[in-house]
């Protein structure tokens, strides 16, 4: 899967342009500013998802302007596509190989990629809601089927703390809380099955990728905490069985909380380098070198399992990073289409083989690299 060429046109502040990257490293670099995230941003839109700046579409269009368009040529099942989205005050229209589709939806799954911003970093920084998040999504994308499991345990959940918060009213409620335990039960073991099994995964493969960007002096592991304990070693029949026994055992106190305190819904990764948790004791740029490995983890999954290679979105990742680590990002990541942006030209001037387009005032100039 690679971006043949990328045009924009009054979107945010960039002028109308083109660029054609090439298929490997494009570094985007120039002042703070100038368009470069508007770049990614625009690639990302393409793809079929939300803005992952939490933008409103209304922002999408350049001040004093009635419309704002982006559009792709891309590579992608075997065959050269297009896609192309029309922001207009109100209105929004969709356009896949020419096809006017009901909304983004339609091109979710035509051209894949995985973004890194520094909003990203709050996988290390925050709660474990962010980092169920992570798991979740990267899921929805390789296994379709993942999605309605995961709405079926969301549904039940709320349907059983309800049930918890209305007990003390009508104490004759409890007897029909065996059955919302067992629903619970049941789906909640699928759905730590399924991420115990990602999570295992992209710690295989995030670790490599961790050990040549710090140069083999870390070494990163990935891990899922459950709620539930020894599910490393348990099949989902077994997980069942311990979370029943976990929900009677507990009944009285989730009654006096109104929720509930076992399952998925609690569960977290515990991330760690050289033995060390990152999120206490790493500095920021071992915390961005974290973060860094899983989603460029995250694409190799996607890859082997839709045998289609992901674009891959990088937005100011070499701030924080030492010479090193930036060597490693620039110029040993093969096999990958990847976008880069930048403000330091000490950076750039480290890609050996790629595309550099400077930025400036939503412009851009690019320089071929042999």
């Not at 305190?261 to 070198?289: C, K, L, M, Y």
């Not at 005032?361 to 320089?367: I, L, V």
Request: include cysteine; proline fraction near 2%; charge should be neutral.
């Amino acid at each position: 899967m690679k971006i043949l060429s990328l045009g924009f046109n009054k979107f945010r502040n960039l002028e109308t342009a083109s660029i054609t990257p090439c298929e490997n490293i494009n570094i985007i670099y120039g002042d703070n500013a100038q368009g470069k995230t508007n770049i990614i941003e625009a690639i990302w839109l393409l793809t079929g998802n939300k803005s992952f700046r939490g933008a409103k579409e209304s922002e999408f269009i350049k001040f004093n302007e009635d419309f704002a368009k982006i559009n792709a040529g891309f590579y992608s099942q075997g065959r050269n596509q297009s896609a192309e989205i029309i922001y207009s005050k109100g209105k929004k229209e969709v356009f896949l190989n020419g096809v006017k589709k009901s909304g983004s939806s339609g091109l979710l799954g035509q051209m894949c990629s995985v973004v890194f911003s520094p909003e990203h970093l709050s996988l290390i920084k925050s709660g474990p809601i962010e980092r169920r998040k992570f798991i979740d999504n990267a899921l929805c994308q390789i296994k379709p089927s993942y999605r309605n499991t995961l709405l079926q345990y969301n549904k039940i959940l709320a349907n059983r703390n309800a049930l918890l918060k209305d007990i003390p009213k009508n104490r004759k409620l409890i007897d029909t809380l065996d059955a919302w335990d067992y629903r619970l039960a049941v789906v909640g073991s699928v759905i730590i099955v399924m991420r115990r099994k990602y999570v295992n995964k992209l710690c295989e493969v995030a670790s490599f990728y961790h050990s040549g960007i710090s140069h083999k002096k870390e070494v990163l592991s990935i891990k899922y905490a459950s709620t539930v304990p020894d599910v490393e070693t348990r099949e989902s029949d077994q997980i069942k069985d311990t979370i029943l026994a976990m929900l009677n055992e507990h009944r009285n106190e989730e009654i006096a909380m109104s929720s509930t305190s076992i399952g998925p819904h609690r569960d977290d990764i515990d991330i760690t380098i050289n033995g060390e948790n990152v999120r206490a004791f790493g500095s920021q740029g071992q915390q961005r070198s974290c973060v860094l490995s899983m989603k460029i983890a995250e694409e190799e999954i996607i890859r082997i399992s839709t045998d289609e290679e992901p674009i891959v979105l990088l937005d100011d990742v070499l701030s924080e990073l030492d010479c090193e680590r930036q060597e490693f990002l620039l110029n040993e990541i093969e096999g990958k289409q990847v976008f880069i942006t930048c403000c330091d030209p000490d950076s750039v001037k480290r890609l050996k083989n790629g595309s550099l387009f400077k930025i400036q005032g939503g412009s851009a100039e690019c320089t071929q690299l042999s």
